[in-house]
Nanobody, 123 residues
Framework: QVQLVESGGGLVQAGGSLRLACVVS????????TGWFRRTQGRERLFVAAIMRDSMTYYRDYVKGRFTVSRDNAKNTVYLEMNNLKPEDTATYYCGATSSAPSPQSEYNYDYWGQGTQVTVSS
């Protein structure tokens, strides 16, 4: 089945950058909708960004202009480039995937999840 592994998190000062990677196995990323979500407290994952099968991308307004989601089909990997990081971006970041998602902003539309990678932004 489909498996996802996130990497690239760490500690960074405000204004810095990180690139998260989601390595996918079991299915070509070009056949998946892949979303990035983050969790601070509670059990809810909050939508950050997504890339559709046709490469269309979606972002929440609080990251648009700072974050970029992209895909490398040859490496079967989806990336989240994060620039100008703010302390409020501190969270555990997850990638999720599904074969189709008319509403990619909802975590409940995803069938597969990675284990998460921690991002901490200091002020």
């Amino acid at each position: 089945q489909v498996q996802l592994v996130e990497s690239g998190g760490g500690l960074v000062q405000a204004g810095g950058s990180l690139r998260l990677a989601c390595v996918v196995s079991g299915r070509n990323v070009s056949r998946l909708v892949t979303g990035w979500f983050r969790r601070t407290q509670g059990r809810e994952r909050l939508f950050v960004a997504a890339i559709m099968r046709d490469s269309m991308t979606y972002y929440r307004d609080y990251v648009k202009g700072r974050f970029t989601v992209s895909r490398d089909n040859a490496k079967n990997t989806v990336y989240l480039e994060m620039n100008n990081l703010k302390p409020e971006d501190t969270a555990t970041y997850y990638c999720g995937a599904t074969s189709s998602a008319p509403s990619p902003q909802s975590e409940y539309n995803y069938d597969y999840w990675g284990q998460g990678t921690q991002v901490t932004v200091s002020s």
